[in-house]
């Protein structure tokens, strides 16, 4: 069983930046498709992004909610995939899970491995 395991949360003011990574210690992520997902209180998980590790640059996926604010990456050397996120909103609020897929595709995968979260708040 796959691990995966967020950073880089904090407390971010409005119009701000943050950079969050998903790592999966002895396990290889480039292989598999991950996604973002935003949970709050009392609600299920929404998808926020998703990068293809068969089709990145045609299987990517990302919410209306960020579209043009966020970017989904990886870096295979370090085994890692981030999510930068811009121009933040307070409705960017809630914990971001990191989810590793059962496939290669965001599209025909399902998400199989979830981390614990990483806190995003966005207030003044």
């Known amino acids: 069983q796959v691990h995966p395991v967020e950073a880089g949360g904090g407390l971010v003011q409005p119009g701000g930046s943050l950079t969050l990574s998903c790592s999966a210690s002895?396990?290889?992520?480039?292989?598999?498709?991950v996604g973002w997902y935003r949970q709050v209180p009392g609600q299920e998980p929404d998808k926020v992004a998703c990068?293809?590790?068969?089709?990145?640059?045609?299987?990517?996926f990302y919410a209306d909610s960020v579209k043009g604010r966020s970017t989904i990456s990886r870096d295979n050397a370090k085994n890692t995939v981030y999510l930068q996120m811009n121009s933040l909103k307070s409705e960017d609020t809630g914990v971001y899970l990191c989810?590793?897929?059962?496939?290669?595709?965001?599209?025909?995968?399902?998400?199989?491995?979830w981390g614990q979260g990483t806190q995003v708040t966005v207030s003044s």
């Open positions: 002895g396990f290889f992520l480039a292989a598999y498709a």
């Open positions: 989810a590793v897929y059962s496939g290669s595709s965001c599209t025909w995968a399902l998400p199989q491995d």
């Open positions: 990068l293809s590790s068969s089709s990145p640059d045609t299987d990517t």
